[in-house]
């Protein structure tokens, strides 16, 4: 087989960045997310909205790269286990937005340390200097295929 078709994954970076992301995502849900009955893309969710205050449910799709149907019914699931909060916009009630409701503010806040140290198991022994070219470059790459300068 000639190079320009073989494929070595340990070399192919979308190989190596989900698989990253996969440890991390069950390593996270099997520590911690099962205990609370919340699956990654709930977490996803919650998070989002801790960061980033009352979203429309079309902004919380796209910042969390999931799409719009699915987030709808992940949105219910944490709505009816009381975790969030969606009504219709004041200024357009053809749009829903969704914030945190106390009790999942609460639970985030109790998390986000977990998956802060999850974190800092990941990059033992990467410095902070290679951490943050890392972080740049993830960002630009994920800008290249939204598009985005």
Request: aromatic fraction near 2%.
């Amino acid at each position: 087989m000639t190079d320009h078709l073989r494929l070595d994954l340990d070399d192919y970076l979308p190989y190596l960045v989900h698989r990253v992301g996969s440890a991390l995502a069950a390593r996270f849900t099997a520590e911690t997310l099962a205990r609370h009955d919340l699956s990654i893309a709930m977490w996803r969710v919650l998070a989002a909205l801790s960061a980033n205050g009352e979203q429309r449910q079309i902004d919380l799709a796209a910042m969390t790269s999931i799409d719009v149907s699915t987030l709808s019914r992940l949105v219910t699931r944490l709505v009816r286990r009381r975790l969030a909060i969606r009504r219709r916009s004041k200024s357009n009630s053809r749009e829903v937005v969704v914030q945190l409701s106390p009790a999942g503010r609460a639970l985030v806040e109790r998390l986000i340390p977990v998956a802060r140290n999850l974190e800092d198991t990941a990059i033992a022994g990467v410095s902070r200097k290679d951490l943050a070219v890392a972080k740049r470059l993830l960002r630009r790459m994920h800008g290249n295929m939204a598009g985005q300068p």
